[in-house]
């Protein structure tokens, strides 16, 4: 179990260590000089070269790659050249907001998912499970920014119900304490400001939450169908149970286990999906962060982005191993193989790739 | 007589009716030709701008209505599915090549060229595609050819591990080995035996993914740094008219439902070739 546990650790180094290396490369291939970039519209030549030679652009490749990743080590991601501060420093003012909204979605993902699984596996053919094969193959087609702003168009401006775009209402200011704008409310005691927070924060967690309720649900529909087919649900019935005990207790328990893991990939995933959601709703996040580096051709903050996004997927994808092993007693002793990561991850690109209502 | 029965359990057991994907197939032959023939079935000129004729509900004169621009975007969304269509072939094209040489490099290589493919599509599966797209799109600047560049570069990794795994277990066949000891030379086992062998499995791959290719294609548009403006590429088109929510939502929905009917198409056929092509799935409820 250590071992495999050490197994994963290296194979999340290694694809750090690749993105790294594949965000050296993009810098390369920039088109234009970086120097020239750094030193300004109005550099002189001798500027220029003093720019390159204090970016250490002067030295053998090689040189430069490892210093650029002594200091990547060292937390410096590079300077945004259009805010003019350290692109981690920006990352980490905007990281919690995004993360509030990866978890108000991943909320609205449980809550519509489990109980949509449940009743399509308990009444196989019925219309829940209509219902969530629908899901799945919208979820699947319609593209998430198109969604926003339908959404928008409905519940904002035709029917006036929610909020256009924006995280706080006019005339509301908090002062930034943790960067989340539901717990800055909070925290300040201000319930009408929490209440404006979280009304703010549905549309864009709704939207952000679509296309991965299909996969949870499908996930817990194929498990609850094992599990309601299981010996020991036949017994609990057999002992007299209710029904919904029987189904909840029993069945649902055991059917959950292959749906934490798929959340935990989820939170990775939603994360990136955050560049589609989030300036359309005019949220500040990591996902606009990344849209308007990658607008103003900031490409230090563009890599940043990318690499802090890496970076959470391989933790998250850790944890979720650690998890997998403490909830199947049998990965431990490792008469069972577990599935790694890797397969795993092919389960969460099925999200983008093949997330629609096929396999049972 | 007892085929017939089990054919005709089996059909009745099916989840959804063919008439469905008989539906999805006719739409995506509709696509082809609109992807063909779109300019000249436009009513007008897609990127003719009329400020006089902009924002125009839809009339009968302008199905779809106009846009900020007093285009017409029926014309425009005709004129996109070529784009669009194209731009998402093109990357699943270059997608194939790459997957399928490096997979099976992998797969008959030797341990360490093995493990070094692998490595790095271990990286390109560990990041939404679009992430790393946009890093790549960012340092070829912008423009639907760095859009399409991009994607083919981070998506290629799903189908090189697919190539390998399908290569690997075909490489022990009594066929292959039955060539290997014919002395049949390396090369045209390759050719010949392996990998038509290992393909079937891609043409349902490519189907399935090009709701999803699709998806990213338009979803750098709508960013920015995929078809630029004027462009009438339906993501760039949504993109172009997010600044109409309150007043013309007719100019944002139609390419939107356009995407969405054509990955909801290309997803149904995709499905229905792959339980055609494998019986096991069939009876799978």
Known sequence: MIRYLVQRVVLGAVVLLGLLVMAFAMVQILPGDPARAAAGRNATQEQIEAARQSLGLDQPLIAQFFSFMGRVFQGDLGTSVFTHRPVLEDIAQVLPSSLELVLAAMIINIAVAVPLGVLAAYRRGRAADVAARMLA?????????????????????????????????????????????????????????????????????????????????RTVRSSMITALDADFVTLARATGASEWRVVVRHALRNALIPMTTILGMQIGWMLGATVLVESTFNRKGIGSYMVNAVLQNDLYAVIGSIVVIGIVFVITNLVVDVVQLTLNPRLRDGTVRPKTSASGQL?????????????A | MTT?????????????????????????????????????LAPYDPLKVDLTQALLPPSAEHWFGTDV??????????????????????????????????????ALGNRVVDEVIMRITDIGLALPSIILALGFAVALGPGLQSAVIA???TWWPGYARLVRSVVREVRHAEYV???????????????KHILPNSLDIMYVQVTLDVAAVMLVISGLSFIGVGAQV???????????????????????LFPGLAIAITAISFNLAGDWIRV?????????G
């Open chain 2, 69 to 106: 621009n007093g285009r017409d975007v029926l014309s425009r969304t005709l004129a996109g599915a070529r784009i669009t269509l194209s731009a998402t072939g093109i990357v699943l094209i270059i997608t194939l090549v790459l997957g399928v040489t490096l997979g099976t490099i992998a």
């Open chain 1, 347 to 359: 389960v969460a690109r099925g999200l983008e790739s093949s997330g629609k209502g096929a396999g």
């Open chain 2, 151 to 153: 994607v083919s570069l």
């Open chain 1, 137 to 217: 193959l919208l979820g699947a087609a319609v593209p998430v920014f198109w969604l926003a702003l339908m959404l928008q168009m409905l519940f904002a401006v035709v029917l006036g119900w929610l909020p256009l775009y924006g995280q706080l209402g006019f005339g509301i200011y908090l002062t930034d304490i943790t960067g989340v704008t539901t717990i800055d409310a909070m925290l300040s005691g201000d319930p009408y400001a929490f209440g404006s927070a979280v009304f703010h924060l549905i549309l864009p967690a709704v939207t952000l939450s679509a296309s991965f309720i299909a996969v949870i649900a």
């Open chain 2, 177 to 191: 080995e039955a060539g290997i000891a014919l002395g049949v030379g390396r090369w045209r086992l390759i050719r």
């Open chain 2, 4 to 40: 017939v029965a089990i054919r005709l359990a089996e059909t009745k057991k099916r989840r959804r009716s063919p008439l469905v994907e008989r539906i999805a197939l006719v739409v995506i032959g509709l696509l082809v030709l609109i992807a063909v023939f779109g300019p000249m």
């Open chain 2, 230 to 252: 004027p462009s009438p590429e339906w993501g760039a088109m949504i993109a172009a008219a997010a600044g109409n929510v309150t007043n013309g939502w007719w100019s944002l």
């Open chain 2, 276 to 284: 055609k092509q494998d019986p096991t799935l069939r009876e799978a």
